[in-house]
């Protein structure tokens, strides 16, 4: 089994609606917690980082840690279709990092 | 400022060729890293250096994978006798510190026929 399981979709959904995207992991030494957003043939776009259980707002982006029960979200409100693309969680420990697999999100006007 | 530039962009390569991809991350950056991201799939920790340091080494694959940093700035990552599981796009990414946010390039798509 992974270290991380991220909710594989693809996610579907409309414009303007809100998106939740999950992440599980098993690995209790995990310190700082990521969400990256990577389009078609590019880089992960770092879009939200945490360290502590609770959430994090950043415009329409919120990121929400819950260390006892080892899970993420990044909440996405009003959704634009500019959001689609694949989403990672990441968790980090002494450095290295480990990914999810991604979320595929796409958002139709 | 600039980002992390990688280059390649695109590379192709026969079986048993060696190959060597090039990281330039942001100036004044520390940490470094390298990971291996297969099709459908997030990246995969390769290693990481602080400074000229390699730290951890522990996702090379094979000894056939290598990586140097040798003044701190420019890394270096290099396949030798390519296979065709070596397939995937290489990424790098730099950070202020290891415990700190990774930025990431936009990643060497190796292809090994």
């Known amino acids: 089994q992974k270290e991380v399981e991220q909710d594989p979709g693809p996610l579907s959904v409309p414009e303007g609606a809100i998106v939740s995207l999950n992440c599980t992991y098993s690995?209790?030494?995990?310190?700082?917690f990521m969400w990256y957003r990577q389009y078609s043939r590019k880089g992960p776009e770092l879009l939200m980082y945490t360290y502590s259980s609770g959430n994090k707002e950043d415009g329409r982006f919120t990121a929400q840690v819950d260390k006892s029960s080892k899970y993420i979200s990044l909440f996405i409100r009003d959704s634009q279709p500019s959001d689609s693309a694949t989403y990672l969680c990441?968790?980090?420990?002494?450095?290295?990092?480990?990914f999810g697999d991604g979320t595929t999100l796409t958002v139709k006007p | 400022g600039a980002g992390v530039s990688q280059s390649p962009r695109y590379k192709v390569a026969k079986r048993g060729q060696d190959v060597a991809l090039r990281c330039d991350p942001i100036?004044?950056?520390?940490?470094l890293f390298w990971y291996q991201q297969a099709l459908g799939q997030g990246p995969e920790f390769l290693t990481y250096f602080q400074n000229e340091a390699q730290l951890d080494k522990s996702g090379l694959p094979s000894d056939r994978f290598f990586a140097e940093r040798p003044e701190g700035s420019v890394s270096t990552l290099k396949i030798q006798r390519t296979q065709q599981e070596d397939s995937a796009v290489y990424l790098c990414a730099s950070g202020t510190s290891g415990r700190d946010e990774q930025y990431f390039g936009p990643g060497t798509r190796l292809t090994v026929t």
């Open positions: 690995n209790s030494a995990f310190q700082y």
């Open positions: 990441a968790m980090t420990n002494a450095g290295k990092s480990t």
């Open positions: 100036s004044g950056h520390v940490s």
